[in-house]
Nanobody, 125 residues
Framework: QVQLVESGGGSVQAGGSLRLSCAGS????????RAWFRQAPEKEREFIAA????????YYANSVKGRFTISQDNAKNTVYLQMNSLKPEDSAMYYC??????????????????WGQGTQVTVSS
């Protein structure tokens, strides 16, 4: 069973930065694609970014391109989401997810097999 644990959320003012971490089981065939999703109250879950830890290919939602960066640390089995220039509309619960490959259904949450518990990000104006 793959376990994913998010950390790094918090409250920040608009324009600020946060770095989220997703620590988990060793990168193996069924969880090499690690992604971040978010969900705000009364809104649909939204794909943010993904990284295929096998070759470090990355994928981003248009809404965060240029502001957010996803990266990996293989030694720590950890994926990071660096969030810069935060906006109030970035406020949400952020979830880490994993599946075997990223190249298909990258943006589709139901395609991911493993999920963390989430970490809250609040951006004030």
């Amino acid at each position: 069973q793959v376990q994913l644990v998010e950390s790094g959320g918090g409250s920040v003012q608009a324009g600020g930065s946060l770095r989220l971490s997703c620590a988990g089981s060793t990168f193996t065939a069924d969880n090499r694609c690690r992604a971040w999703f978010r969900q705000a109250p009364e809104k649909e879950r939204e794909f943010i970014a993904a990284i295929f830890t096998g070759n470090s290919n990355t994928y981003y939602a248009n809404s965060v391109k240029g502001r957010f960066t996803i990266s990996q640390d293989n030694a720590k089995n950890t994926v990071y989401l660096q969030m810069n220039s935060l906006k109030p509309e970035d406020s949400a619960m952020y979830y880490c997810a994993a599946k075997s490959i990223c190249s298909t259904n990258t943006f589709v949450g139901r395609d991911y097999n493993y999920w963390g518990q989430g970490t809250q990000v609040t951006v004030s104006s």
